[in-house]
């Protein structure tokens, strides 16, 4: 077999202070952090899509990544072969999951029916890789944005013909999900939204979306896949409007159409950026009302308006994700998959290892600072503090429900006046954070 990363051993732990840049410095598997053993905490992925299948391609300029195993051809037969790249790839870098589009990992066929061809011959290639390596399946999901039919959405078009393909190849991508053992199953909106409401029947749309999504359960019921489905949240791109704005939105749209008790989020930074979110506010949305089921890691440019997809290197921002997870004590079937590419100046296979270990580095050291906050519980003794006026007294009174507004009213004129407030101390909870950076 040959090797296609032959000057990439697998990547070991060295500690901080290793100077080599192809070992970890953070990320050390078997660590334990709150009890769990890091690769178990963290559960990293990696993508098939912008790992695999990208070209360093821009609106304004063409590939420039070399990928001296990839004959450029949408064929099974390099398909078959970027499997064992990926498989190579992903077991040098000792991340546990991947996840993948259906038409990331087969092309596409000239009718369905070839295409599911397609998919199956590379399927059955996966399987033998996943049970060579060990390594598993996060999440699987269909493409239903990048072929013309999908134009004006596939679940939300104004076609019924092409609501009818979306499902005919959300059935196979979930039946495939299943064969390969997939922990999750996601639904990113894709074309899902609009440009213009002038032409376009939003109610209806929006119930078809949940009609799709209630017969893909029922499907997935029906076959007997277990896994958790995702709903992934994006403000825009590539519609002005997409259904699946942010947090709120999805949350919303589930509940209201009776979905809340078989979707979670796949929640990812770049698109709670481009929501005008932070993403620890998108991630800690989700999780008080139960719905966190996973993560896209990567990060946006703040200086760019749109979808970067960069690699995740920012430690505050690691650290405050894991603020987040470590209070829900991880992310049960969830994972933290690198929906990120490399910047097409980086144009060398190497480049991928030194990616992914950044970000796996800068996941590992965020995990490590945010649970030694949460240990000497600093926040949590400011946040008790910040809300004790509701321990006891009128605010007890209001939480147990025990007063109203004639009750609230009466104590305000026997007061007078609300108690003074307490400083906010903004500055000092951010120097406190440096403390542990
Ligand atoms: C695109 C999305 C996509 C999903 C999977 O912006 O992030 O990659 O994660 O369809
Ligand atoms: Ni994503
Ligand atoms: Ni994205």
């Given at each position: 077999?040959?090797?296609?990363?032959?000057?990439?051993?697998?990547?070991?732990?060295?500690?901080?202070?290793?100077?080599?840049?192809?070992?970890?410095?953070?990320?050390?598997?078997?660590?334990?952090?709150?009890?769990?053993?890091?690769?178990?905490?963290?559960?990293?992925?990696?993508?098939?899509?912008?790992?695999?299948?990208?070209?360093?391609?821009?609106?304004?300029?063409?590939?420039?990544?070399?990928?001296?195993w990839?004959?450029?051809?949408?064929?099974?037969?390099?398909?078959?072969?970027?499997?064992?790249?990926?498989?190579?790839?992903?077991s040098?870098?000792?991340?546990?999951?991947?996840?993948?589009?259906?038409?990331?990992?087969?092309?596409?066929?000239?009718?369905?029916?070839?295409?599911?061809?397609?998919?199956?011959?590379?399927?059955?290639?996966?399987?033998e890789?996943?049970?060579?390596?060990?390594?598993?399946?996060?999440w699987?999901?269909a493409?239903?944005?990048?072929?013309?039919?999908?134009m004006?959405?596939?679940a939300?078009?104004?076609?019924?013909?092409?609501?009818?393909?979306?499902?005919?190849?959300?059935?196979?991508?979930?039946?495939?999900?299943?064969?390969?053992?997939?922990?999750?199953?996601?639904?990113?909106?894709?074309?899902?939204?609009?440009?213009?409401?002038?032409?376009?029947?939003?109610?209806?749309?929006?119930?078809?979306?949940?009609?799709?999504?209630?017969?893909?359960?029922?499907?997935?019921?029906?076959?007997?896949?277990?896994?958790?489905?995702?709903?992934?949240?994006?403000?825009?791109?590539?519609?002005?409007?997409?259904?699946?704005?942010?947090?709120?939105?999805?949350?919303?749209?589930l509940?209201?159409?009776?979905?809340?008790?078989?979707?979670?989020?796949?929640?990812?930074?770049n698109?709670?950026?481009?929501?005008?979110?932070?993403?620890?506010?998108?991630?800690?949305?989700?999780?008080?009302?139960?719905?966190?089921?996973?993560?896209?890691?990567?990060?946006?440019?703040?200086?760019?308006?749109?979808?970067?997809?960069?690699?995740?290197?920012?430690?505050?921002?690691?650290?405050?994700?894991?603020?987040?997870?470590?209070?829900?004590?991880?992310?049960?079937?969830?994972?933290?998959?690198?929906?990120?590419?490399?910047?097409?100046?980086?144009?060398?296979?190497?480049?991928l290892?030194?990616?992914?270990?950044?970000?796996?580095?800068?996941?590992?050291?965020?995990?490590?600072?945010?649970?030694?906050?949460?240990?000497?519980?600093?926040?949590?003794?400011?946040?008790?503090?910040?809300?004790?006026s509701?321990?006891?007294?009128?605010?007890?009174?209001?939480?147990?429900?025990?007063?109203?507004?004639?009750?609230?009213?009466?104590?305000?004129?026997?007061?007078?006046?609300?108690?003074?407030?307490?400083?906010?101390?903004?500055?000092?909870?951010?120097?406190?954070?440096?403390?542990?950076?």
């Amino acid at each position: 077999m040959p090797e296609f990363f032959p000057d990439v051993p697998k990547i070991p732990f060295e500690g901080p202070s290793s100077k080599n840049p192809l070992a970890f410095r953070q990320y050390n598997p078997d660590e334990q952090i709150e009890g769990q053993r890091m690769e178990d905490l963290l559960r990293f992925s990696v993508c098939y899509w912008h790992t695999f299948r990208g070209t360093g391609v821009d609106p304004f300029g063409a590939p420039t990544l070399i990928r001296p195993w990839d004959d450029g051809s949408d064929t099974v037969e390099n398909a078959l072969k970027r499997v064992d790249v990926a498989f190579e790839f992903i077991s040098k870098l000792g991340a546990p999951f991947y996840c993948f589009h259906d038409r990331d990992v087969a092309p596409e066929g000239a009718t369905h029916k070839a295409s599911n061809e397609n998919l199956d011959r590379i399927t059955e290639k996966l399987l033998e890789k996943q049970t060579q390596t060990g390594i598993k399946l996060l999440w699987g999901t269909a493409n239903l944005f990048s072929h013309p039919r999908y134009m004006h959405g596939a679940a939300t078009s104004c076609n019924a013909d092409v609501f009818a393909f979306a499902a005919a190849q959300v059935k196979k991508a979930i039946e495939v999900t299943h064969l390969l053992g997939g922990e999750n199953y996601v639904f990113w909106g894709g074309r899902e939204g609009y440009h213009n409401l002038y032409n376009t029947d939003m109610q209806r749309e929006l119930d078809h979306l949940a009609c799709f999504m209630h017969m893909a359960h029922d499907h997935a019921k029906s076959i007997g896949f277990t896994g958790q489905f995702l709903f992934e949240p994006k403000p825009k791109e590539p519609t002005k409007h997409q259904y699946d704005f942010d947090a709120a939105a999805c949350i919303n749209f589930l509940r209201a159409h009776g979905l809340e008790e078989v979707v979670k989020l796949n929640i990812e930074t770049n698109h709670a950026t481009l929501a005008g979110h932070s993403m620890m506010h998108e991630l800690e949305y989700a999780r008080i009302q139960g719905f966190l089921g996973s993560i896209d890691a990567n990060t946006g440019d703040l200086l760019l308006g749109w979808d970067t997809d960069q690699f995740p290197t920012d430690i505050y921002l690691t650290t405050q994700i894991m603020l987040v997870l470590l209070k829900q004590g991880g992310l049960g079937s969830g994972g933290t998959n690198f929906d990120a590419k490399v910047r097409r100046e980086s144009t060398e296979p190497v480049d991928l290892f030194h990616a992914h270990i950044g970000g796996m580095d800068a996941f590992a050291r965020g995990a490590k600072i945010a649970a030694r906050i949460r240990q000497d519980g600093v926040l949590d003794d400011l946040v008790k503090e910040r809300y004790s006026s509701y321990d006891s007294g009128i605010g007890a009174q209001i939480e147990e429900g025990a007063v109203g507004f004639a009750e609230l009213e009466q104590y305000i004129l026997d007061k007078g006046e609300a108690a003074p407030n307490s400083s906010g101390r903004q500055e000092y909870i951010e120097n406190l954070i440096n403390d542990y950076l």
